[in-house]
């Protein structure tokens, strides 16, 4: 099994710019997430789903869209890219509700720099 | 709201011990702790659940506080390969979505 998969694996975007960061897991999980980490920081929540057609807002949601219309797609969607969304971005499921006796699978992550 | 963890690094050497501690002002329901490798994804440990018993996993383990809000891991005879950043996550009872701290570094040297 492939697990999750992210790309690209790099990317430098001029400031204004758009583009699309991809995630497709394999496993048939309902639930997936979209975190950003920062240099020498923790993972923060940007959006997440927990079912095809369903998302919701995290902790850092401005700047950045998604959309779920299949199980196995997750896109996440940068408008009018900022210096500020500089970071790796990760893209993560989970198969159990509640988070009660299963962890995340994270994809190998995205390395977004804007200039 | 994120938990605190503490330390933020540690340096050890082969066949140490360390802990690390994660605690929440939140009530926790779940305590999840991953290890990130260096330019790589962040890959799953254990869970630890309100009630539950300790759990392990190789020579590292955790505990679970209910009193405290707190969970620790506990890094044993440390080998090379321990060598990362450990994140805890947690969650509430209905939560289904983890909010993670920001991570201990831990070196070990041969």
């Known amino acids: 099994n492939a697990g999750v998969t992210q790309t690209p694996k790099f990317r430098i975007l001029k400031i204004g710019q758009s583009m699309t960061l991809q995630c497709t897991q394999d496993?048939?999980?309902?639930?997936m997430y979209w975190y950003r980490q920062d240099p020498g920081m923790g993972l923060k929540l940007i959006y997440y789903?927990?079912?095809?057609?369903?998302?919701d807002k995290g902790e850092v949601p401005n700047g950045y869209n998604v959309s779920r219309s299949t199980t196995e797609d997750f896109p996440l969607r940068l408008e009018l890219a900022a210096p500020s969304q500089t970071s790796v971005y990760f893209c993560?499921?989970?198969?159990?509700?509640?988070?009660?006796?299963?962890?995340?699978?994270f994809g190998s992550g995205t390395r977004l720099t804007v200039v | 709201q994120q938990p605190v963890q503490s330390p933020q690094a540690v340096i050890l050497r082969e066949g140490e011990d360390a802990v690390i501690n994660c605690s929440s002002s939140?009530?926790?329901?779940?305590v999840h702790w991953y290890r990130q490798k260096h330019g790589e994804a962040p890959v799953f440990l254990m869970i630890?659940?309100?009630?539950?018993e300790q759990k392990g996993h190789d020579k590292i383990s955790a505990s679970f506080n209910e009193k405290k809000q707190q969970s620790s891991l506990y890094l044993t005879a440390s080998q090379l390969s321990y060598s990362g950043t450990y994140f805890c996550?947690?969650?509430?009872?209905?939560?289904?979505?983890?909010?993670f701290g920001a991570g201990t570094t831990v070196t070990v040297r041969a």
């Open positions: 993560a499921s989970s198969s159990g509700q509640y988070l009660a006796n299963y962890g995340y699978t």
């Open positions: 496993m048939n999980h309902n639930y």
């Open positions: 789903s927990v079912g095809a057609g369903i998302t």
């Open positions: 939140k009530a926790l329901y779940s």
């Open positions: 630890l659940l309100k009630g539950g």
């Open positions: 996550g947690t969650g509430g009872s209905n939560d289904y979505k983890l909010s």
